[in-house]
T-cell receptor, first 115, second 116 residues
């Protein structure tokens, strides 16, 4: 089955700095890669996703890149703010028309943004 | 769009008791997923429904676990004869297979189960 590795497990930055979280996956058939933000006591919140037919996607301060050849994808957060502090999960899944899109999650990165 | 809701938010039970959790998905979503999350880990897939049909179950879903989605709307997850190892956050997510934002899963707040 799919295996997703996520690094680092903890990331501490100063407000205004950039943060980068990296993930690798094992199944070359995976074609959908969402990123989730989870705050304490809450469920994961989808923040951005990328499909295998594109290499990069950006939404304001957040961007995701995908390298299908190397089977890795990354989350980039620019101009970090204290409210960005949370646990971030990457995931990989596969599915075509009618496919299940059941994600395999990484173990998470605890991002701490110091004011 | 009121989001995915789960009830209860917290449940403390004694080993051997049965518990049932409820999930109400986003109204137009036809898929509903259940996950389990333990401390320091990402969510692990348990099972999912498309409308009222249960299409896939994980090996994690032992015989003590059962899930239903009788009318294709809300779902329940029951754990019989709870064990301490069942202590975890149980998360529900929903998605749609048509229209825009296909297959994007939106999670509820979770039910935290503690088995004493």
């Amino acid at each position: 089955g799919e295996n997703v590795e996520q690094h680092p497990s903890t990331l501490s930055v100063q407000e205004g700095d950039s943060a980068v979280i990296k993930c690798t996956y094992s199944d070359s058939a995976s074609n959908y890669f969402p990123w989730y933000k989870q705050e304490l006591g809450k469920g994961p919140q989808l923040i951005i996703d990328i499909r295998s037919n594109v290499g990069e996607k950006k939404d304001q301060r957040i961007a995701v890149t995908l390298n299908k050849t190397a089977k890795h994808f990354s989350l980039h957060i620019t101009e970090t703010q204290p409210e960005d502090s949370a646990v971030y999960f990457c995931a990989a899944s596969k599915g075509g028309s009618g496919g299940s899109y059941i994600p395999t999650f990484g173990r998470g990165t605890s991002l701490i943004v110091h004011p | 769009d009121t989001g995915v809701s789960q009830d209860p938010r917290h449940k403390i039970t004694k080993r051997g008791q049965n518990v049932t959790f409820r999930c109400d998905p986003i109204s137009e979503h036809n898929r509903l997923y259940w996950y389990r999350q333990t401390l320091g880990q990402g969510p692990e897939f348990l099972t999912y429904f498309q409308n009222e049909a249960q299409l896939e179950k994980s090996r994690l879903l032992s015989d003590r676990f059962s899930a239903e989605r009788p009318k294709g709307s809300f779902s329940t997850l029951e754990i019989q004869r709870t064990e301490q190892g069942d202590s975890a956050m149980y998360l529900c997510a929903s998605s749609q297979t048509r229209g825009g934002r296909i297959n994007e899963q939106y999670f509820g707040p979770g039910t935290r189960l503690t088995v004493t």
